[in-house]
């Protein structure tokens, strides 16, 4: 026969330090002459499962990722630029203008001209741009000529004339287009590219 095998003593533990290291669990807790469990009726003490579900909740979509109805998600609408076209459903370059946004897939939200002119803010944007305030002007309009603009315009100063031009949108050259800090007046395709990056 072999040795008999000597068997470590292990040290005495205080029944706190017991519970401590070897929590009851909570079917057990509660008998009779035991002390409740700290997390009887609670539930169990993972924070990311979800309630009734024992599932974790969903991850948020990548950055960049479109969601299941092909949006992008809530934390990037901010970022995509709104574009505005006034326009004049009479006008063939405004029906030009609509058709190459809706060609390159620029969503957008076109708004008549004669009853909602442009602001005063998005006029001095597109003359920034233009140079000249006679280039926001529709020339070969009949208000531009039966207000006699060809022999008043050049006595107007430029807060008279953006005035005027936000109070009458037949004055306006079309389309005009406004996109963040751009607003461009007339259409031509190369400038729109370059103003929306396509």
């Not at 008998?31 to 974790?56: E, F, M, S, V």
Request: aromatic fraction near 6%; charged fraction near 25%.
């Amino acid at each position: 026969m072999g040795q008999p095998v000597q068997r470590q003593a292990l040290p005495r533990l205080h029944r706190a330090q017991l519970q401590r290291q070897n929590p009851l669990p909570p079917r057990i807790a509660g008998r009779k002459g035991l002390r409740p469990h700290p997390y009887q009726g609670c539930l169990p003490p993972r924070r990311h499962i979800r309630a009734g579900t024992g599932k974790p909740p969903p991850r948020p979509p990548a950055k960049g990722a479109l969601t299941s109805a092909g949006q992008p998600p809530h934390f990037l609408e901010s970022l995509i630029l709104k574009v505005e076209i006034y326009t004049l459903k009479s006008c063939d370059t405004c029906r030009k203008a609509a058709k190459f946004l809706r060609e390159n897939d620029i969503p957008f939200e076109e708004i008549p001209i004669r009853e909602n002119p442009p602001s005063a803010a998005d006029l001095r944007q597109a003359l920034a741009a233009t140079g000249e305030i006679r280039k926001l002007f529709n020339t070969s309009g009949q208000d531009y000529r039966s207000l006699n603009m060809k022999e008043r315009l050049p006595t107007l100063s430029e807060k008279e004339a953006i005035a005027l031009l936000s109070s009458n949108g037949n004055l306006i050259k079309r389309p005009f287009l406004v996109s963040g800090e751009t607003a461009l007046t007339g259409f031509d395709p190369g400038a729109w590219k370059q103003a929306l990056a396509i």
